[in-house]
Structure formats: structure tokens, C-alpha cells
């Protein structure tokens, strides 16, 4: 009965010491970079020129900076702020307009934001590693830029205009960090929906 006892206040003790750890730490930063599918169809985008078009497509990942303020020990609020950028530059493109064939160049400069406001449920949340779920409730804004050898085409060259802008949600269905340090720590996040599908990324917690 004795020994017991004794074990009994051992765990009672190291779970409050945990407890009372993760209670320490109310606001964790992360910076990120994530695939998304959007980049990938995109990237993929040069089939669709035959030669001698020259076709240069490049996307940077999806990424992010977020904030998350602990509730309590299962629930978190925070924002994030996600930037992916999609370029096109073709150049010797040729088509056929009233009997002429005219060939030029052009680019596009396609930058997609995302500003989320980030609810999240943590189901494994102890001194070493943070499991959670959750939700992205968003505003997405896409802008374009255009430019080109074509003296016919009157859009404002290089200057970026907004094409759209649109609500969201996401659903993050498991994310996770492992901290390496009290305060330092590495994790990845799974989303449905845009911005991304899958992210990885480094966290500080204080």
C-alpha cells in the first residue's frame, strides 16, 4: 500500500510538472513552407506549348508565418499569413492573326495570400510534443501582373491588379511539433484546401 501510494504521488507530480510546463507557454510562432496542388498543376503547365516556344514556369512554396495563442491546454486561436507566387515567362510564342503570323514574348506574375484566422484542438499536448486538428477560416486574394512585346496589348504593364478575392476554409485534420528544446521545435500539417497541402516548418514557443 505504501509503495503505491508513493508511485501514485510520483505520477500525480509529474503530471502537474507538465502540466505547469505547457501552462508556461501561451504563444508559439512558426514559420513554414508548404506544397500545394495548385503549384504543382501550374508547374505542369508547359505541356501545353509545343516548340520552338520557349516556356520557363516556376512557383515558390506556399509560405507561412503563424501565430497561435493557447486558451488553454486543448485549445489555441491564431493567425497565419500564407504567400505563394506562380510565374509564367514564354518567349518566341507564335499565332496567326488576320493572315499574320506575329510572334512575341510575355510574362505573368500570378501572387496568391491567404490571411486565416487559425482555431485549433490539441489532443496530445505535453512538455515534448503537440498534436492537434483544426480549422482555417480565410480570405484569399490573388493579384496578376502581365507584361509583353505586344504593341496591340494595353494592360498596364507590370503593374499588379487584383482579380479576385473570396473566403475560405480549410481543415486541418493533424498537425504536429516535437520540440527539440523547451522552446524550440519542428513540425508538419496536413490541410485540406487551399493554401496548401502539406507544410513543414520550425517553431518557437514562449
Not at 37 to 47: E, F, N, S, W
Not at 122 to 140: K, P, V
Amino acid at each position: 500500500m505504501k509503495n503505491f501510494l508513493g508511485t501514485l504521488a510520483l505520477l500525480l507530480t509529474f503530471m502537474t510538472f507538465i502540466t505547469a510546463q505547457n501552462a508556461d507557454y501561451r504563444f508559439t510562432g512558426t514559420l513554414s513552407a508548404g506544397f500545394s496542388g495548385t503549384g504543382a498543376v501550374i508547374k505542369a503547365g508547359d505541356i501545353l506549348f509545343d516548340d520552338p516556344v520557349d516556356v520557363n514556369i516556376t512557383t515558390t512554396p506556399a509560405l507561412q508565418g503563424s501565430f497561435d495563442y493557447g486558451i488553454n491546454k486543448w485549445f489555441s486561436v491564431g493567425a497565419a499569413f500564407n504567400h505563394q507566387n506562380f510565374s509564367f515567362d514564354v518567349d518566341n510564342y507564335t499565332y496567326n492573326l488576320n493572315g499574320e503570323t506575329i510572334t512575341e514574348d510575355f510574362s505573368i506574375d500570378i501572387n496568391r495570400v491567404s490571411v486565416a484566422l487559425r482555431p485549433l484542438f490539441h489532443y496530445a499536448n505535453n512538455n515534448r510534443i503537440d498534436l492537434y486538428s483544426g480549422l482555417r477560416l480565410q480570405m484569399i486574394s490573388i493579384g496578376l501582373a502581365a507584361d509583353t512585346t505586344d504593341p496591340n496589348f494595353d494592360f498596364a504593364e507590370g503593374t499588379a491588379v487584383t482579380i479576385g478575392v473570396r473566403p475560405g476554409l480549410a481543415v486541418v485534420p493533424f498537425g504536429m511539433r516535437a520540440y527539440v528544446t523547451e522552446n524550440i521545435g519542428v513540425g508538419f500539417e496536413l490541410n485540406i484546401g487551399a493554401p496548401y497541402i502539406a507544410n513543414m516548418g520550425v517553431s518557437a514557443r514562449f
